[in-house]
């Protein structure tokens, strides 16, 4: 699976690419937004993990143009965040993702989970 | 309708009784000690009778009211409506305060305006109907009204600072926890590598320590949101049923991993009390979570009975376990802040202390009470007691 990682916290960032190929995946990343959309637009993903807040273009803002673009409508978007409070938890499943992780996350069911995103289960 | 002057005996109802000039000679006491200014208008707008509070109120001897228009009380901007208001009311007169919704001023002697607020209403005499005009001071009234207002914004402005506070609060400290939670769990994967016995025993205790860190964050950002009045609450039909479903689905891999049996007793899907879900799941979750973890050989069981209390319908949840039980003497620092009852360091690590002080405050919003009854060495049961309208 080729993974795009989108956080600003580079050990955050780090963690998660780290899991992610330990497991076997192919995993880039970036650390801000704008970036990560770029580079979302030129590789060819199977999911995009992008981090909630972040200066300059925050994980909202990001999932707006993400979902506009037609290459990256279909694409899984994961929003993986330290926001956890119940109202955060609202907001980003209204916000246009296919899934949510909290920080801190669970090192042993991270990479299990997102493959389910990415994948998630036949009709 | 409006005031028939009244006089001695009661008067007929539509027979006036007093001419103008009676009133004026203070026959009429209530008139000239009215806490209001009353001012009496005629039907060309000049001023006929002012009491005691007029002169006050403006500055004036009534000497020098009488016979003017009534326009020398209202200020210079607003005189000329004021006079085609007054035609208005004259073709239509009733009791009824003036300019609802306006912001009417005074205007003293000396030149200076205050804000008033005015009550009209016609007076029937022998010579003629008059309109009587009731004027307050509302200077000070306005004063607390615009200081009540600053204050108001002053709250929400802190309450809001306040929420933005423990937000960001949640978020900065999950941020580094990720990373030492991620890194530990990780190296204990061994996937950077093989460790000695030594090594995992060690990242062990980071790990257990970091997740109890994390339990404390959560617990308290909780309980900073209870004392802030932030938890918010949804009140719905819950269907008690459902949550102790939940929780024993929650937790049974807990209770087996020490080889407890996991019961629920009276569970049915009829049970149903307009109450906050994730409060209601959060105590149960908690009363069941402590029954696990202190007992060690047994069962816990969830039982689940209507009650009344009082003349309200009820219904109680009751966790009991078989465990160690509690000192009767303990029973009643159960539920403060960081009280833990066990010395022994291990069980302490295991929990936060904020359990059952979570669960209380939790209960008391949305009007449940919980009450524990133990004994030592063979076992506690803990019982929750909620209405089930609200
Ligand atoms: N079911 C139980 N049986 C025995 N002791 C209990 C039980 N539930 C709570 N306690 C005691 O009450 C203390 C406070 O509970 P709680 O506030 O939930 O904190 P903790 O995080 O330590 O579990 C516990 O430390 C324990 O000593
Ligand atoms: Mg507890």
Redesign the interface.
């Known amino acids: 699976m080729r993974v795009l990682v989108v956080d600003d916290?580079s050990?955050?960032l780090d963690?998660m690419l780290?899991?992610l190929r330990?497991f076997g995946h192919d995993a880039t990343g970036c650390a801000d937004g704008a970036t990560g959309l770029e580079t979302a637009l030129r590789g060819d993903f199977d999911a995009v993990l992008v981090d909630i807040?972040m200066p300059t273009m925050d994980g909202y803002e990001f999932a707006r143009r993400f979902r506009a673009a037609p290459a990256l409508r279909a694409l899984p978007l994961i929003a993986v965040t330290?926001?956890?409070?119940?109202?955060?938890r609202e907001r980003i499943a209204s916000a246009g993702f296919d899934g949510y992780i909290?920080?801190?996350?669970?090192?042993?069911t991270f990479v299990a989970q997102i493959e389910g995103f990415a994948r998630p289960a036949g009709p | 309708m409006g005031w028939h002057v009244p006089c001695g005996e009661p008067p007929g109802v539509d027979q006036p009784s007093l001419t103008l000039d009676e009133l004026a000679t203070s026959r009429f006491p209530l008139l000239e000690y009215a806490p209001d200014a009353i001012v009496l208008v005629d039907d060309r707008g000049v001023i006929r009778l002012v009491n005691a509070q007029t002169e006050r109120l403006f500055g004036y001897y009534r000497e020098e009211l009488v016979g003017q228009p009534v326009e020398i009380l209202v200020p210079h901007d607003t005189r000329a409506s004021h006079v085609a208001d007054r035609a208005d009311y004259a073709s239509d007169p009733r009791v009824r305060p003036m300019g609802v919704g306006l912001d009417l001023h005074g205007l003293r002697k000396d030149g200076t305006s205050f804000p008033v607020e005015i009550s009209l209403s016609p007076v029937e005499t022998r010579d003629g109907t008059y309109v009587a005009a009731a004027i307050r001071d509302v200077t000070e009234r306005k004063a607390f009204e615009v200081r009540l207002r600053e204050l108001n914004a002053e709250l929400e402005r802190a309450s809001r600072a306040k929420d933005q506070f423990?937000?960001s609060m949640?978020?900065?400290l999950?941020?580094?926890?990720?990373?030492?939670?991620?890194?530990?769990?990780?190296l204990l994967?061994e996937?950077p590598g093989p460790l000695a016995p030594e090594q995992r025993r060690q990242l062990e205790i980071v790990q257990s320590s970091?997740q109890h860190l994390?339990a404390l964050i959560t617990d308290i950002?909780d309980l900073a949101k209870i004392e802030s009045g932030k938890r918010?609450l949804t009140f719905e039909p819950v269907r008690i049923g459902e949550v102790v479903a939940a929780v024993a689905g929650a937790l049974g891999t807990m209770a087996a991993a020490k080889r407890l049996t996991l019961r629920t007793v009276g569970v049915d899907s009829e049970t149903v009390a307009i109450t906050d879900r994730?409060a209601l799941h959060q105590i149960v979750l908690n009363l069941v979570n402590n029954a696990i973890k202190y007992t060690d050989a047994g069962s816990v069981s969830i039982a689940v009975e209507r009650v009344a209390t009082g003349d309200r319908a009820g219904v109680r949840i009751g966790v009991a376990d078989t465990g160690i039980g509690i000192k009767a003497e303990d029973l009643s620092r159960l539920f403060r802040a960081f009280e833990q009852l066990d010395p022994s360091s291990t069980r302490r690590h295991e929990g936060t202390g904020l359990g059952l002080y979570l669960c209380r405050n939790l209960a008391t919003l949305i009007g449940a009470t919980i009450e524990a009854s133990s004994t030592l060495g063979s076992g506690s049961r803990f019982t929750l007691t909620l209405p089930l309208e609200r």
């Open positions: 916290n050990t955050n963690l780290y899991l330990a807040l330290a926001l956890a409070m119940p109202s955060d909290a920080k801190p996350l669970e090192p042993r | 423990l937000a949640s978020h900065e999950r941020t580094p926890l990720n990373a030492i939670i991620g890194f530990t769990g990780t994967m996937l970091a994390l950002l918010e994730r």
